[in-house]
């Protein structure tokens, strides 16, 4: 049975076909998680490299994410997702075996950090075939009419791996050694991969396969959308330690937790007012709720502002990836949803990487907290953006019928 002939289901039994799956993202995202925190201070600290490469050897993932995009779409629209999947986590267990070699043999700096590089470069190309396969198999197995369900369980799975995996990585390399990093993202991978086997596969979708150009193009507006909402989620990750210390101020971790807290309940609670309310509506909504969030942050005079200031920023950005998402997976034919979806996602990588030197350039410029601003500036874009792609899309929903009125008006003429 294909995705697009799949019975209806309660909202119940929908959910319990969509977690087996997206519970690979979870895998997935916990061997990035684990490692996260601790490396940085691993390749400064122990081997002696400066905070550049540091910060280099951890971005070298985002990079191999970014280009690996398009390899993780078309594997899932003609391999399958299942077998995306399996690919991503095989090469996400290559990266700790990397890992783990790379912690051996600290006492050679210049090995131990060409190792550490080649797994993260392992490990970012399995996040995209992982995350990409995960989503595309939780569709064939649940229909597209849930799609906003499944993009939405796929982010709570990402966001709560790396809130769970770089306390604890840091836990064990504090009580154990940092060889248990790799021993750890070896295990995930391997048990992943296992539960992974007696899952079903999905049938893969035939019929008309976009280039991925022209899936690129299609879905352009909307990536853009998602890029300046994520200049926010970018910000705060970055820049949110750095202006609680300018202000004296404590418990600045306190703030992620929240936006993850916000971020995470969002999506449970509001996922499906996108199937209700149509994806450009609800972004409309979120990026206006993020964008308040983030002039309470710029404004604020006291911690409590702040942190109220963090938590309507992750409650906005929660759901502005699946709302958008869905509308621009539906501009492609089915067998070129993994590239749409491939497609689309580039564009979270890009804003994440763009906006730390963008934000850095203006806090040290304006200061810290201007950096809020100029994220509540591209939050308040994407809405107008939103507004846009909203009117073109009545516009064309409207024009649809008296077309098809046209030409069978045309037709009849003619005969």
């Known amino acids: 049975m294909s ?38 201070g691993y390749v400064h600290n122990d081997l002696g490299f400066s905070t550049v490469m540091a910060g280099g050897a951890i971005s070298v993932q985002y990079i191999a994410t970014l280009c690996s995009r398009a390899l993780a779409g078309r594997s899932a629209d003609t391999l399958g997702p299942k077998k995306t999947v399996s690919l991503g986590l095989m090469l996400c267990g290559a990266s700790g075996v990397m890992l783990l070699l790379a912690t051996l043999v600290d006492h050679w700096p210049g090995l131990s950090i060409a190792l550490l590089v080649c797994s993260r470069l392992l490990l970012g190309c399995g996040e995209s075939l992982c995350g990409t396969g995960a989503i595309l198999w939780g569709i064939g197995r649940v229909g597209t009419s849930h799609n906003a369900r499944v993009i939405s369980w796929n ?81 705060i990750a970055t820049f949110i330690t750095l202006f609680y210390a300018a202000r004296h101020w404590p418990n600045a971790a306190f703030t992620l937790t ?7 309940g969002a999506r449970l609670l509001f996922a499906n007012t996108i199937k209700r309310f ?19 942050l710029w404004l604020a005079p006291v911690p409590n502002v702040a942190l109220a200031g963090a938590a309507l920023t992750g409650f906005g950005f929660a759901l502005v990836f699946p709302a958008l998402g869905v509308e621009a997976v ?21 804003s994440l ?16 907290g201007s950096v809020f601003l100029f994220a509540a500036i591209a939050a308040a874009a994407a809405v107008a953006l939103s507004v846009s792609l909203h009117r073109r899309s009545v516009q064309g929903a409207q024009s649809a019928p008296v077309a098809s009125a046209a030409n069978a008006s045309t037709v009849q003429q003619t005969e």
């Open 258 to 264: 929240l936006f993850g807290l916000m971020f995470i």
């Open 278 to 296: 149509g994806g450009f509506r609800v972004a409309i909504a979120s990026f206006s709720c993020e964008c308040a969030g983030l002039l309470l």
């Open 155 to 235: 982010g709570i799975a990402t966001y709560g791996a790396l809130a769970i995996g770089a306390p604890l990585g840091v836990e064990m390399v504090h009580f154990v050694g940092y060889w248990t990093l790799g021993i750890s993202v070896i295990a995930l991978a391997a048990l992943g991969y296992w539960l992974a086997r007696p899952i079903a596969p999905v049938p893969i979708v035939h019929g008309e396969r976009m280039s991925y150009r022209s899936v690129f193009t299609r879905v352009l507006p909307h990536g853009i959308g998602l890029a300046l909402g994520s200049a926010g989620f970018g910000s």
């Open 353 to 368: 990487g763009i906006t730390g030197p963008l934000a850095g350039y203006v806090a040290n410029v304006f200061g810290y």
């Open 3 to 40: 995705a697009d002939s799949a019975p209806a289901r309660n909202g119940f039994s929908t959910t319990l076909q969509i977690i087996p799956v997206v519970f690979f993202t979870f895998l997935c995202y916990l061997t990035i998680g684990i490692p996260l925190a601790v490396l940085p």
């Open 330 to 350: 539906g501009l492609v034919p089915p067998a070129s949803r993994g590239a749409a979806l491939s497609a689309y996602s580039v564009f979270l990588d890009l």
